[in-house]
């Protein structure tokens, strides 16, 4: 399990320009920095916790049911399809599109989970087509996470993107079983962007997953 946040200044951000950029790692549900702290840069999105299993001891594992009434994305379970195209309603490719299945064998809950196959050369995302307006995440803790089967977790990343093109990111643990996967943040009142995102690196041949239980719980 790891989290990597690469740090863009915002001005430099569309040239590609990478100004900074940090690792921090963690051990458990608590994110470990190993340099001394900095003052938050106006925007920036604290992590409280990420967690690969054991999510029950945390108390989160009851958002995760497939599809919870107090999630705010729609089709969590992926359980809806868009008629005449493989894609699930209610998201969307975030840049680069993954190739996504409706799945009846590996599944978490309901008739379907969410197949995703990766790219050869570059990282692919899907994000939730709707989510709640930013106005109504500033200041509040937000809850995103999904159940990810995969055999190369570590290829796997469910993530939140906050104004400065962070990348809150965590991987599954245990290849080849089901794993709840979350992040907790708290969204700065001056935040200007939150984007919620499930992505694969890029490896040759492209990384697999299944996804199903996807929720965004605003706290
Ligand atoms: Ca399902």
């Not at 950029?21 to 549900?29: D, L, M, N, P, V």
């Amino acid at each position: 399990m790891r989290i990597v946040q690469c740090a863009f200044v915002a001005g430099f951000a569309l040239a590609g320009l990478m100004l900074g950029c940090g690792k921090t790692e963690t051990t458990g549900t608590a994110v470990e920095t190993t340099t001394a702290p900095e003052k938050p840069k106006p925007g920036e999105m604290k992590v409280i916790s990420i967690t690969p299993v054991p999510a029950e001891e945390v108390g989160v594992a009851r958002y995760f049911p497939g599809s919870h009434p107090e999630s705010a994305i729609a089709n969590g379970g992926f359980e809806e399809w868009y008629a005449g195209a493989d894609f699930p309603a209610g998201w969307r490719a975030m840049i680069n599109a993954p190739t996504a299945e409706h799945e009846e064998t590996i599944t978490k809950f309901g008739k379907y989970s969410l197949k995703l196959t990766g790219d050869k050369d570059k990282a692919t995302h899907i994000q939730p087509d709707a989510q709640p307006d930013l106005a109504d995440l500033k200041a509040k803790n937000v809850l995103f996470g999904a159940w990810v089967y995969t055999d190369e977790p570590e290829k796997v990343l469910v993530r939140i993107i906050d104004s400065w093109e962070t990348y809150h990111d965590v991987s599954p643990s245990s290849p080849g079983q089901w794993e709840l996967v979350t992040v907790r943040a708290e969204i700065p009142n001056d935040s200007t962007r939150v984007i919620f995102a499930i992505g694969l690196l890029g490896s040759d041949p492209p990384a697999v997953c299944y996804v199903d239980g996807a929720a965004l719980i605003v706290e």
